[in-house]
T-cell receptor, first 117, second 112 residues
Framework: DTEVTQTPKHLVMGMTNKKSLKCEQHMGHRAMYWYKQKAKKPPELMFVYSYEKLSINESVPSRFSPECPNSSLLNLHLHALQPEDSALYLC????????????????FGPGTRLTVL | SQQGEEDPQALSIQEGENATMNCSYKTSINNLQWYRQNSGRGLVHLILIRSNEREKHSGRLRVTLDTSKKSSSLLITASRAADTASYFCATTKETSGSRLTFGEGTQLTVNP
């Protein structure tokens, strides 16, 4: 199974709502990522989890709260978002890079299209 | 900040023609990867080239890497309408762990 799944596909929320995005993979990958992508722009890294521990937080506002409950699941909890947070949120997974020679091809899910009203 | 720049930003060709996209980056890299993204969907890994390699082939794809010029090119031969997508280069650095830094992307349109 080389698939990364994301739910929901689309999400519309108000600025006072709390919602969660979910990501799942069964490839045995121990690195998982959240990216944000605006239209016609490249993905921007938000968070990286390595062995279920947060290893990179790219100075993301606290209204985004990641969680990695186990090696297959990654959540992104959303609270008090702003309209400018509307974007495609992509989850990815990969092998953990152990040495400089390791490669880290990332496998991406289809994304959640988020609209904040 | 994004390390890579790609050109052209948009490319429109006819089916059967070749498409060439270029990527430049600013700092030393460990490897460079190319990804494809169909409209509003996830990214798909196409090919990876390590910093000590100069050229790599995979099917109709050919990637070159020139570390002295800090640039790479992706050539798609005999293009098909199904190749219509955005193409991104992404680099990893020795010290950046698993972090991928994406270029701005090239929107390729292949007209039937």
């Amino acid at each position: 199974d080389t698939e990364v799944t994301q739910t929901p596909k689309h999400l519309v929320m108000g600025m006072t709502n709390k919602k969660s995005l979910k990501c799942e993979q069964h490839m045995g990958h121990r690195a998982m990522y959240w990216y944000k992508q605006k239209a016609k722009k490249p993905p921007e890294l938000m968070f990286v989890y390595s062995y279920e521990k947060l290893s990179i937080n790219e100075s993301v506002p606290s209204r985004f709260s990641p969680e990695c409950p186990n090696s297959s699941l990654l959540n992104l909890h959303l609270h008090a978002l702003q309209p400018e947070d509307s974007a495609l949120y992509l989850c990815a997974s990969s092998q953990v890079k152990r040495t400089s020679g390791d490669v880290n091809e990332q496998f991406f899910g289809p994304g959640t299209r988020l609209t904040v009203l | 900040s994004q390390q890579g720049e790609e050109d052209p930003q948009a490319l429109s060709i006819q089916e059967g023609e070749n498409a060439t996209m270029n990527c430049s980056y600013k700092t030393s890299i460990n490897n460079l990867q190319w990804y494809r993204q169909n409209s509003g969907r996830g990214l798909v890994h196409l090919i990876l080239i390590r910093s000590n390699e100069r050229e790599k082939h995979s099917g109709r794809l050919r990637v070159t890497l020139d570390t002295s010029k800090k640039s790479s090119s992706l050539l798609i031969t005999a293009s098909r309408a199904a190749d219509t997508a955005s193409y991104f280069c992404a680099t990893t650095k020795e010290t950046s762990g698993s972090r991928l830094t994406f270029g701005e992307g090239t929107q390729l349109t292949v007209n039937p």
